[in-house]
């Protein structure tokens, strides 16, 4: 889904999971750009929680990544996609990796709810002029309707991003990944033309996207949506007081054209260290 910069180009997803071609089946909430912060003033923080949906009546077809996320474009020549997306899932995600060296992207089926922390990246090889998808999962856990899911992105003063997922009240169900650098190492080799291996601390990555998506494939009718809607808070907390400017304009900036599809409503409200989107699906 393109204005999500989602955890699959939108050509390849469209393809592997069956979306139609005359109606795009998820929605997506933003976006905003955002600094990261600095080791003076502090590292902002972005954190999410939505609710677990009902289950779809039917699953046969579908597969549902329902997230927040942040994501940065800029980067070196080789570097591409470079998403934090923590999901819940449903149907044959993206839901693992193979871990280094090489971090590649595994799928799997689930015919209920589970939720992983992620990050995908994508990378060009200039030996064959193409880009692959790579990706960095930690540890799949099941989730039912109701339970409160929460996201949180955070760097510290190594400038190690911590990306977690969990359900909020319950320690044992917590999935959590470390990237100590960019595109997690892939880039140390071979960054692309005049360009050195990237860090957090490049000032292309001192900014990032944010915004959120229920990002479904497969929608063929109300039966194949979840059976019910979400609540989203998110929150952008700034290390500093009045270091941010906020973005108040926050639209559905992708919305579902499939039969059944959710309708939403946005808000937001803030003060000077913090800053909450509330969107609500439902039907």
Aim: aromatic residues 14%.
């Amino acid at each position: 889904m393109t204005a999500a910069l989602s955890v699959l180009t939108t050509a390849l997803a469209a393809n592997r999971f069956g979306e139609s071609d005359h109606c795009a089946g998820g929605a997506c909430c933003g976006m905003a750009n955002y600094p990261v912060g600095n080791p003076t003033d502090g590292f902002n923080t972005f954190y999410a929680e939505f609710d677990v949906p009902g289950l779809p009546e039917k699953i046969d077809g579908i597969t549902n990544f329902i997230y927040f996320n942040i994501f940065f474009d800029n980067g070196p020549p080789n570097g591409k996609m470079n998403q934090f997306v923590p999901q819940l899932m449903l149907g044959e995600p993206l839901d693992g990796s193979t871990g280094p060296p090489d971090y590649n992207p595994e799928w799997h089926n689930h015919s209920t709810w589970v939720f992983a922390s992620q990050y995908f990246m994508e990378v060009h090889n200039e030996t064959t002029n193409g880009t692959s998808g790579h990706a960095a999962a930690g540890e799949i856990y099941n989730c039912t309707k109701g339970e409160i899911l929460y996201t949180e992105f955070k760097l510290d003063d190594s400038y190690t991003w911590t990306l977690t997922m969990g359900v909020k009240g319950d320690p044992s169900r917590v999935s959590v990944i470390k990237a100590e650098k960019p595109y997690m190492g892939l880039l140390e080799e071979n960054p692309g033309k005049g360009a050195k291996a990237p860090r957090w601390t490049d000032d292309a990555f001192n900014h990032t996207y944010v915004n959120s998506c229920w990002e479904l494939y497969g929608m063929k009718d109300r039966a194949h949506y979840p059976s019910s809607g979400s609540h989203y808070d998110m929150q952008v907390r700034a290390a500093k007081p009045d270091s941010i400017k906020w973005d108040t304009h926050w639209v559905e900036n992708e919305k579902p054209t499939c039969p059944g599809g959710p309708k939403s409503n946005i808000s937001e409200y803030h003060n000077s260290t913090v800053q909450h989107i509330l969107w609500d699906l439902y039907w």
